[in-house]
């Protein structure tokens, strides 16, 4: 089956400082991967995707992702964070043709 | 986003109501989707339409059914309202470029449902 998991709740940092945001997936085939925010009282925005190609895929924001085969792994990640940052992640998987497996979330919160 | 929009924002029903939450799109994309968001659940899907005429059902569609009204319009109905299906549910678009693998989706904004 597949699947995406994110072993964090909540992820807390300093403003200023580097944010990872964990994700890591399974599947049968080659994956797709994606990054999503939600803001309070807002929809889901698309940050990046990983197609093919190169591992470190940057995205919007200042945010980049790097693909990690071997780990099977997908983490989010921003050289500095913005309290402005803080929000929900989502990271998702492609499978099929039309189905994305989102993973639970994980709380981000920058404290100034 | 302005591009997809759901309507109405909140609603607050009664069990045995029927409910219809609307979702519209000015993107012009072939694909839609109603998702349903639960706190430590993430976005589950409920049902997909890849134009007017296919609509599909998703992992969780017992209890709600669609309309595909229009390439712009994707109504999701909850026939009788039940206590556990209380959630922020969300429609989304994707325009199709590569048979839908790695499409990007575009999120409307939700709508927040509670059953009493």
């Keep these: 089956a597949q699947s995406v998991a994110q072993p964090e709740d909540q992820v807390n940092v300093a403003e200023g400082n580097p944010l990872t945001v964990k994700c890591t997936y399974s599947v049968s085939g080659n994956p797709y991967l994606f990054w999503y925010v939600q803001y309070p009282n807002r929809g889901l925005q698309f940050l990046l995707k990983y197609i093919t190609g190169d591992n470190l895929v940057k995205g919007s924001y200042g945010f980049e992702a790097e693909f990690n085969k071997s780990q099977t792994s997908f983490h989010l990640k921003k050289p500095s964070a913005l309290v402005s940052d803080s929000a929900l992640y989502f990271c998702a998987v492609s499978s099929g043709t039309y189905k994305y497996i989102f993973g639970t979330g994980t709380r981000l919160k920058v404290l100034a | ?116």
């Design chain 2, 1 to 116: 986003d302005a591009d997809v929009t759901q309507t109405p924002r909140n609603r607050i029903t009664k069990t045995g109501k029927r409910i219809m939450l609307e979702c519209s799109q000015t993107k012009g994309h072939d694909r839609m989707y109603w998702y349903r968001q639960d706190p430590g659940l993430g976005l589950r899907l409920i049902y997909y339409s890849f134009d007017v005429k296919d609509i599909n059902k998703g992992e969780i569609s017992d209890g709600y059914s669609v309309s595909r009204q229009a390439q712009a319009k994707f109504s999701l109905s909850l026939e009788s309202a039940i206590p556990n299906q209380t959630a922020l549910y969300f429609c989304a678009t994707s325009e199709d470029r590569t048979g839908g693998l790695t499409d990007t989706q575009y999120f409307g904004p939700g709508t927040r449902l509670t059953v009493l």
